[in-house]
């Protein structure tokens, strides 16, 4: 099993900038290729962003590229997803995954553990 927790989400003002992490523990973090999704209301859970496991492999939704930043701490066994330049429409709960793969992929399906959430609001 592992375990994520999330943190970092609140309320920010369009353009401006939040940074989330996710801090997971119970299995050995480096073996797991780490995602972020998120979760408008009435909508369906989207990929954002992902990161191999050794951290030098990304890959990025289109609405995410450019602003938003993905990377790791194997020592610290925490993924984080910088977030620049936010805007409304990035209004979400933003979730962390993991799956135990040596590729990255972009379906929620493929992904083993997920943490519970973290509220991220942008006001215009």
């Known amino acids: 099993q592992v375990q994520l927790v999330e943190s970092g989400g609140g309320l920010v003002q369009a353009g401006g900038s939040l940074r989330l992490s996710c801090a997971a523990s119970?299995?050995?973090?480096?073996?797991?290729?780490m995602a972020w999704f998120r979760q408008a209301p009435g909508k369906e859970r989207e990929f954002v962003a992902a990161?191999?496991?050794?951290?030098?492999?990304?890959s990025y939704a289109d609405s995410a590229k450019g602003r938003f930043t993905i990377s790791r701490d194997n020592a610290k066994s925490t993924v984080y997803l910088r977030m620049n330049s936010l805007k409304p429409e990035d209004t979400a709960v933003y979730y962390c995954?993991?799956?135990?793969?040596?590729?990255?992929?972009?379906?929620?399906?493929?992904?083993?553990?997920w943490g519970q959430g973290s509220q991220v609001t942008v006001s215009s």
């Open positions: 995954a993991a799956e135990y793969t040596t590729v990255i992929h972009t379906t929620k399906k493929t992904y083993d553990y």
């Open positions: 119970g299995r050995t973090f480096s073996f797991y290729t």
């Open positions: 990161v191999s496991r050794s951290g030098d492999s990304t």
